[in-house]
């Protein structure tokens, strides 16, 4: 079982629609959770990070954390064009190592 | 401007032939990283270190060597390069403690192909 698992997509949404990206994680112990956004042929760039239960919103992005589900999710709302990329989730865990999830392409149609 | 450089970007080699691939960071991060990227796998860490002279493996660190003389530099070594090499490199660093920890800082990326 990989530690940290997201759906590969693609999911595609039309714009202005809400996408919604999961990713679950195995470590019990994990304390800090992220979400990066990469676009082709680009590197990662982080835009959210989580550290409790809950949510915790930032402009059109909330980020969604259930620790007792091991569960994090993204939501991206009024999805524009401009936010097609592959979203990567992220996770401590192993003395404050981060391992990342193989990423969820998001398409947004005009 | 605050930056993780890396280079080459794109390198064409053969089996068999040594490369290295540099990275350095201004920002006097103590914590440096190599990861590869490939389709569905996401980012797998190769080695890391904590600081000057301290590395360790990472998740996938067969074939590879690191070394760590100076805290800006952290260069990726590939002794004997093989097809299955072929990959998208990062190099990564960040700060250590508690503030900003795991805030990734990431170069543009290496794209290399082993024949």
């Known amino acids: 079982q990989k530690e940290v698992e997201q759906n590969s997509g693609p999911l595609s949404v039309p714009e202005g629609a809400i996408a919604s990206l999961n990713c679950t994680y195995s470590d019990r112990v994990s304390q800090s959770f992220f979400w990066y956004r990469q676009y082709s042929g680009k590197s990662p760039e982080l835009i959210m990070s989580?550290?409790?239960?809950g949510d915790k919103e930032d402009g059109r992005f909330t980020a969604q954390l259930n620790k007792a589900s091991q569960y994090v999710s993204l939501l991206i709302r009024d999805s524009q064009p401009s936010d097609s990329a592959t979203y990567l989730c992220a996770v401590t865990s192993r003395g404050n190592m981060l391992t990342f999830g193989g990423g969820t392409r998001l398409m947004v149609k005009p | 401007e605050a930056q993780v450089t890396q280079n080459p970007r794109y390198l064409i080699t053969v089996t068999g032939k040594k490369l290295t691939v540099t990275c350095s960071q201004n920002m006097n991060h103590e914590y440096m990283s190599w990861y590869r990227q490939d389709p569905g796998l996401g980012l797998r860490q190769i080695y890391y270190s904590m600081n000057v002279e301290v590395t360790d493996k990472g998740d996938v660190p067969e074939g590879y060597k690191v070394s760590r003389k100076e805290k800006r530099n952290f260069p990726l070594i590939l002794e004997s390069p093989s097809p299955n090499q072929t990959s998208l490199y990062f190099c990564a660093s960040r700060p250590t403690g508690n503030s900003g920890a795991n805030v990734l800082t990431f170069g543009a990326g290496s794209r290399l192909t082993v024949l």
């Open positions: 989580i550290y409790s239960n």
